[in-house]
């Protein structure tokens, strides 16, 4: 739990949540948290994670060191949770799309591994 003006919030009130920036462009979802203990025994959420390495690793770790030995951590980000201004179903940031560099995964994916796919309409 975090405790967010007053209020408490979960870690499922954040996990898989929009990433929204502050010109309105939506470019990811949380897909994990970083935490850290505080000296009074309480867990602090410090660090939002995004990337298909993290969101692998959500489903098996085995999948998680498979991407990352192919991306090497280039696609994963971390956001500080006091980027963060407003929570709720899509978590308001702070910044602009470009102080944010997601996103980048999915052109690579196409280009390194899909084109190589018999039928995927790229004619390569």
């Given at each position: ?113 899909l084109r190589w796919i018999p039928g995927n309409g790229r004619g390569h």
């Amino acid at each position: 739990m975090l405790e967010r003006n007053e209020q408490p919030l979960y870690l499922r009130d954040i996990i898989d949540s929009q990433l929204e920036t502050r010109d309105h462009i939506e470019i990811s979802r949380v897909d994990d948290v970083e935490a850290v203990w505080r000296e009074d025994g309480t867990l602090v959420i410090t660090v939002l994670l995004t990337g298909p390495q993290t969101l692998a690793g959500r489903v098996d770790k085995p999948l998680r060191s498979l991407l990352q030995a192919l991306f090497h951590d280039r696609f994963d980000h971390r956001i500080p949770l006091f980027d963060v201004e407003t929570f709720g179903p899509t978590l308001q940031l702070s910044g602009t799309a470009k102080d944010y560099p997601v996103g980048k995964s999915d052109p690579w994916i196409a280009d390194h591994i899909l084109r190589w796919i018999p039928g995927n309409g790229r004619g390569h």
